[in-house]
């Protein structure tokens, strides 16, 4: 286990990462495109895949989170300086904690609540078996591929 000051970098550096990719305050109506209190705009890459998830969460909360899924996969190929690495053990944990921090971004975007609302909704006991099953998809997806080419 890292020291106590070691641990204390960490989260400040986890902290000012997750403020660079935050959206703070989003509503859907007026589909912001910049951080709102932070001043930076939204990349436009976040911002596609949140529309995307919403249109796929009026389906069900399986469809949102497969979306979210398969976007973030293609945004991490593409953009991987946003794996938080320093805070991660591996790169699935480092995946993981990114998923929870879009997550977060996501409700508070859609639904336009604060912060403690949207992880509260992220840690309710039938998201988290949602998101596991969802994964479990995932996971089952990306081998069928691989299962048809042999």
Same mark, same amino acid.
Do not use: C
């Given at each position: 286990?890292?020291?106590?000051?070691?641990?204390?970098?960490?989260?400040?550096?986890?902290k000012?990462? #997750?403020?660079?990719?935050?959206? &703070?305050?989003?509503? +859907?109506?007026a589909?912001d495109?910049?951080?709102?209190? *932070?001043?930076a +705009?939204?990349? !436009?890459?976040?911002? =596609?895949?949140f @529309?995307? $998830?919403?249109?796929?969460?009026?389906i069900?909360?399986? /469809?949102?989170?497969?979306?979210?899924?398969?976007?973030?996969?293609?945004?991490?190929?593409?953009?991987?300086?946003?794996?938080d $690495? !320093?805070?991660? !053990?591996?790169? #699935?944990?480092?995946? %993981?904690h990114?998923? #929870?921090?879009?997550?977060i /971004?996501?409700? $508070?975007w859609t /639904?336009? &609540?604060?912060?403690? =609302?949207?992880?509260?909704?992220? %840690? !309710?006991?039938?998201f *988290?078996?949602?998101?596991?099953?969802?994964l479990?998809s995932?996971r089952? @997806?990306?081998e069928?591929?691989?299962?048809?080419a042999?």
């Open positions: 286990m890292a020291s106590l000051n070691k641990q204390q970098k960490r989260a400040k550096r986890a000012i990462k #997750a403020k660079q990719i935050r959206m &703070v305050g989003r509503k +859907p109506a589909l495109d910049d951080l709102g209190e *932070i001043g +705009p939204i990349p !436009e890459y976040t911002l =596609a895949m @529309s995307k $998830m919403r249109e796929a969460e009026a069900g909360r399986n /469809d949102m989170l497969l979306t979210l899924l398969s976007n973030l996969s293609e945004i991490i190929n593409d953009h991987p300086e946003l794996l $690495m !320093e805070n991660a !053990e591996n790169e #699935a944990m480092a995946a %993981t990114l998923a #929870a921090d879009m997550l /971004d996501y409700r $508070m /639904d336009g &609540v604060d912060r403690e =609302a949207a992880q509260a909704w992220l %840690t !309710e006991p039938q *988290i078996t949602d998101f596991g099953n969802a479990d995932y089952e @997806s990306l069928e591929p691989e299962a048809k042999e």
